[in-house]
């Protein structure tokens, strides 16, 4: 059981951290209906700045 919950949270982290760092950006690239300040602030606030 409990090497079951081990798996469902790395599969959710994983997950977690696919749509955070992968997918938001290329929505983001292709969205041509956000301004160029907004793509600049979410670029840096996804690269830690």
Do not use: C, D, H
């Not at 469902?8 to 997918?23: A, D, K, N």
């Not at 292709?30 to 690269?47: D, P, S």
């Amino acid at each position: 059981m409990k090497i079951i919950r081990i798996i469902g949270s790395l599969l959710f982290v994983l997950g977690l951290f696919i749509v955070i760092f992968i997918g938001v950006p290329w929505e983001v690239y292709k969205n041509q209906e956000i301004t160029w300040w907004l793509k600049g602030a979410i670029y840096g606030l996804l690269g830690g700045i």
